[in-house]
């Protein structure tokens, strides 16, 4: 196989193996790695007997994934304050038209889905991920890990049962996320606490992810008074601070990221049932925002 041919095949299947890995990480940064070490295989490797490409690329990337994720566990132990994923900025292009195809896109990405399999175990992660994000079947899977179809599909089984339970049932219409979206920035940035109260539900729940690194909350708030208080008190001092705001898509959601001098400061995502705020989830430690750099420099 020539040299261009290699490199055609493994870019035609990177956004596949960049899905896998960011879905089993969490982290940009770790996916890119990751898929970096899988091309270095792939390059590398004899491809005589390779007869579905995508397929190799994609069990290099997920055993290089497993061993990454281990490793992780062991330091996220010890993180400061609430963990969440690194915010990832998504469009599914024309290709994916909002339909149920991009439904499962987005959810597969979302951070309450990704927040859940963080409780996961690797495995169970792994199968999950293959499964409900990409469809393979149990057979594929199976190969991939190396395991016997029979512990896999108890894997799946398992891993299915657990993140249906306890992912929260957050509504599905990005049009009416993003107006709220909208109505949040608005009564926030003006002050206007009733406004903000009125957006949010009685017992709405803010995670604030800093890892030490910046200021947010070092435990998940509860309550609308505490949630919007705080909220109103952090937005209005961020106005007075030149903070600057900006839609954003990331995570299969509208979201929004604040910015000062052209750098990310925060990133935001709101979770909506029933027509009211039910999370804020906050990313503010500043080794996840560096993927929304381009967009932070291109704030007015």
Request: charged share 30%; proline share 5%; net charge negative.
């Amino acid at each position: 196989m020539a040299a261009d041919t290699v490199t055609d095949v493994f870019e035609e299947h990177r956004p596949v193996l960049m899905g896998v890995a960011y879905r089993m990480l969490g982290r940009v940064a770790d996916a890119e790695d990751v898929v970096q070490d899988a091309w270095l295989r792939w390059s590398q490797a004899d491809r005589s007997d390779v007869r579905e490409p995508r397929a190799y690329m994609v069990r290099i990337t997920t055993h290089l994934a497993l061993d990454r994720l281990r490793r992780a566990q062991t330091r996220r132990e010890a993180y400061v304050g609430p963990w969440l994923p690194e915010p990832l900025v998504t469009d599914f292009g024309p290709t994916v038209p909002d339909t149920a195809e991009r439904a499962v896109l987005a959810d597969s990405v979302s951070l309450a889905v990704l927040v859940v399999l963080e409780s996961l175990s690797p495995l169970e992660r792994a199968v999950f991920v293959l499964r409900e994000a990409f469809g393979l079947p149990f057979s594929d899977i199976a190969e991939t890990l190396d395991r016997g179809e029979a512990a896999v599909r108890r894997l799946g089984a398992r891993a299915r049962k657990h993140v249906e339970e306890r992912r929260p049932r957050f509504d599905a219409d990005p049009a009416q996320q993003r107006d709220l979206t909208e109505r949040f920035l608005a009564a926030a940035s003006e002050g206007d606490l009733d406004g903000l109260m009125d957006l949010l539900a009685h017992d709405v729940r803010l995670v604030g992810d800093s890892g030490g690194k910046a200021k947010a909350p070092l435990r998940v708030i509860e309550s609308a008074d505490k949630v919007g208080r705080f909220l109103d008190g952090a937005t209005r001092q961020g106005v007075a601070d030149g903070m600057r705001f900006r839609f954003v898509e990331f995570n299969g959601g509208p979201g929004l990221l604040a910015s000062r001098r052209g750098e990310p400061d925060s990133a935001f995502q709101l979770g909506v049932v029933d027509g009211k705020i039910q999370y804020v989830y906050i990313v503010r430690n500043p080794d996840k925002l560096r993927s929304l750099f381009s967009a932070a420099e291109q704030m007015p």
